[in-house]
């Protein structure tokens, strides 16, 4: 009898604990790690390096899938999003084409200030690079005058219309009085390549899309569109340095679908946290020139998203939609 109430009183201790124990949520299925770029490029770099790390530290139940939807400057990714409304097994890693695609593309009916923010891993940032061989290229002056000399023969790379190097370049074009042809590829891993083989004259990758080809001496940054120099590049200068008012930064946050419920976004957001405090993760932005100074989260990032949405919209209106799509 005594054996029996004892059974009864831990089977009555279980059934009172067991919903306390259960009520963390934790993903049931896969949980689909979108990136709205191609292979290759930062955005895919840092969504495979996250997605690495979580299976590495076991910081999920299940595992994460990095899918890549480029399409229409990342407009599939937006959409897919948007329809995924309510769904806590789908979350996105973005970039600054988060705000500039549903501008220009005002019929995607898409609203980035409804989708869910997780968390700001980090601000990338923006280099001027072309190849070695072009030993006429010392430093900005050098270049703006090769281009001006090639005018509409100057080939630049990038990742689409609307992408955050055709705002750069535009921001370029009109600060310096030329016009370029921009050409457009799948992601910033293949432009990367196209300016190695030379079928692009200049870019404005991030580092982490030039690192190894620059680390192999095959290209070379002339200058970064930041407010100060960062550690990697310590001896190339800034544009503001130059007296050329051009900065110019790519946020990389995590967000999910509209609607997401409260438990997992508590979930992701303490997930990323743990991401963005890790060693790897930090000394990732130092080595790939990241900005990597606090994750914001929660109504501050739905902040940040809200003052971007609307400085994009200055930004478009101040070098015109159809220089950055090339209309």
């Not at 890790?278 to 990032?301: H, N, R, Y």
């Not at 994009?312 to 209309?327: D, P, R, S, W």
């Amino acid at each position: 009898m005594k054996y029996l109430k004892t059974l009864l009183a831990s089977a009555l201790a279980l059934a009172v604990s067991a919903p306390v124990a259960m009520a963390e949520w934790q993903p049931r299925k896969p949980v689909e790690f979108i990136i709205m770029a191609g292979t290759g490029g930062g955005a895919d770099q840092i969504a495979r390096l996250l997605q690495g790390l979580i299976e590495q530290k076991g910081l999920s139940s299940r595992p994460f899938i990095p899918i890549n939807k480029p399409g229409g400057s990342g407009a599939e990714a937006l959409r897919y999003m948007q329809d995924k409304a309510g769904d806590d097994h789908t979350v996105m890693m973005t970039l600054n084409s988060f705000y500039t695609t549903p501008i220009i593309q005002e019929d995607l009916g898409v609203d980035v200030t409804q989708f869910t923010p997780i968390g700001l891993m980090a601000m990338d940032t923006f280099l001027l690079w072309v190849h070695t061989d072009r030993e006429d290229i010392t430093d900005l002056d050098s270049y703006v005058a090769a281009v001006k000399g090639a005018g509409l023969d100057w080939k630049v790379g990038g990742t689409g219309s609307g992408q955050e190097d055709s705002v750069l370049t535009a921001m370029m074009e009109a600060a310096f009085d030329y016009e370029v042809t921009y050409i457009p590829f799948p992601g910033g891993g293949t432009v990367a390549k196209n300016l190695i083989g030379k079928q692009i004259d200049s870019t404005v990758n991030n580092p982490s899309e030039q690192l190894a080809f620059y680390e192999a001496g095959d290209s070379k940054p002339l200058v970064q569109f930041t407010g100060e120099r960062m550690a990697a590049f310590p001896d190339v200068p800034t544009a503001r340095e130059l007296g050329v008012d051009i900065e110019y930064y790519m946020q990389r946050s995590v967000n999910g679908p509209p609607g997401m419920s409260a438990e997992a976004v508590e979930f992701y957001t303490d997930l990323f946290q743990t991401l963005f405090d890790s060693a790897e993760w930090q000394e990732f932005c130092v080595s790939d020139g990241l900005t990597c100074d606090g994750m914001l989260k929660g109504g501050d990032l739905a902040s940040f998203h809200a003052s971007q949405v609307e400085a994009h919209k200055k930004l478009i209106a101040q070098v015109g939609a159809g220089a950055i799509t090339g209309e």
